[in-house]
Every structure is written in structure tokens, then in C-alpha cells.
């Protein structure tokens, strides 16, 4: 999704899919992705923001617009076996977040981490602000690639 304000994607599912099951991209805010099913991804299960970390490290993503990744609730949903294709993929990545809550999520069986606060290259972006992550049941991520302890 790009260029929504205001939406939401409730009580569905997605399976089966070559890439990422749900992107929340460019200008996007106040999103609710809550109770769905998303399964069996060639990559991760959800991402939100826009990438500026991993593959293309030098490459910084725009800045972020005014309003832009902020108030999402993620929440609910059943994310498993992710990254059947691409080792890299996780459950929940969240690159860029204000003033969002990620909370009752179960997520498993994920080729890398089972979620991910990757961060962001431009220090202006205060992407952790007022942000709530909480009882989210994470296990058997790290399937296949490994880089934790």
C-alpha cells in the first residue's frame, strides 16, 4: 500500500505469495492491519515504511513527509512461515514508526527475525516515538540465517 491515509486491512488473509505478504509504504498513516492471517511468503510477513537499511545500505530512502508512518495498529494478526524464498525476511519489519502500537501478534517459523526495529540512516527521524510493542509471542524465528546469540 502507498498514498493511504486512513485505511485498514482487517480479519483477512494472505498465503502463498512470492514477496512480502503486506507493505505499508509511502506516504501511508493511521493503518490498522488487525486479525489477519498472513502465511507461507517467499519474504517477510508485514513491513512497514520504507527500507533504509540491509541491501541497500548506502542508499538513503526520502525523507519522510509530514504525517507520514505515523499511528498504525498492528495487532492481532498470525504471521508464520515467512522467508521461504528470501532468508532475509522477517515476520514484522518496521523501518519507519511515530506514535504506533504492535501488540497480540503471533508470529513463527521465520527464515530471519521473528520482528525487527531496523532503525533509520537520517538522524532527524525520531522513529521510535511513542511507539507501544507489547505481548507479541515471537518463536522459531531464525529457521535459516543467524546472526544473534
Known amino acids: 500500500m502507498t498514498d493511504a491515509i486512513s485505511c485498514s486491512f482487517i480479519d483477512g488473509g494472505i498465503a502463498r505469495v512470492g514477496g512480502m505478504g503486506l507493505v505499508l509504504g509511502e506516504r501511508t498513516a493511521d493503518i490498522a492491519v488487525e486479525g489477519n492471517l498472513i502465511e507461507q511468503t517467499g519474504a ?6 520504507h527500507c533504509n537499511v540491509g541491501f541497500v ?3 538513503a530512502a526520502p525523507a519522510a513527509e509530514n504525517s507520514e ?3 498504525f495498529r498492528i495487532c492481532n494478526n498470525y504471521v508464520h512461515h515467512c522467508g521461504l524464498d528470501y532468508f532475509g525476511a522477517v515476520g514484522i519489519a ?3 514508526m511515530k506514535d504506533s502500537t504492535i501488540s497480540h501478534n503471533l508470529i513463527h ?3 530471519y527475525c521473528g520482528v525487527v526495529f531496523p532503525g533509520d540512516q537520517d538522524p532527524a ?6 511507539n507501544t510493542f507489547e505481548r507479541n509471542h515471537i518463536y522459531h524465528d531464525m529457521r535459516v540465517t543467524q546472526d544473534l546469540v
Open 44 to 49: 517477510g510477513g508485514i513491513g512497514l515504511g
Open 57 to 59: 545500505y548506502l542508499l
Open 69 to 71: 508512518y505515523e499511528r
Open 94 to 96: 518496521l523501518f519507519r
Open 109 to 111: 517459523d521465520t527464515a
Open 125 to 130: 527521524w525520531n522513529f521510535v516515538g511513542g
